[in-house]
Nanobody, 115 residues
């Protein structure tokens, strides 16, 4: 079955960096688009960044020039490098893929940006 397991979240000071990882299994990773999303309590989940199977990337305006999405097909892993973090980046971050018309989500990893 499709599984997505995120890691790398934590507490970081404003201006700091974190790298999130998402390890995938159960579907043809090399052919699949991957994306990162985030959610805070009381707000809708929002897309942060997407990377296609051909490494084309798309970013939400609020993370452009600060976050970088990448993938390692050999390791079936998607990364989100987050730099210049702000308190408003605090959220649970989720990894997502679409396989056979179905969206699959990981369990999420908490990112807290606070001094």
């Amino acid at each position: 079955q499709v599984q997505l397991v995120e890691s790398g979240g934590g507490l970081v000071q404003p201006g700091g960096s974190l790298r999130l990882s998402c390890v995938a299994s159960g579907f043809p990773f090399i052919d699949s688009p991957m994306s990162w999303h985030r959610q805070t309590p009381g707000k809708a989940r929002e897309r942060v960044a997407t990377i296609t199977s051909t490494n084309y990337t798309i970013y939400a305006d609020f993370v452009k020039d600060r976050f970088t999405i990448s993938r390692n097909d050999a390791e079936k892993t998607t990364y989100l490098q987050m730099n210049a973090l702000k308190p408003e980046d605090t959220a649970v971050y989720f990894c997502k893929t679409k396989y056979r018309l179905t969206d699959y989500w990981g369990q999420g990893t908490q990112v807290t940006v606070s001094s």
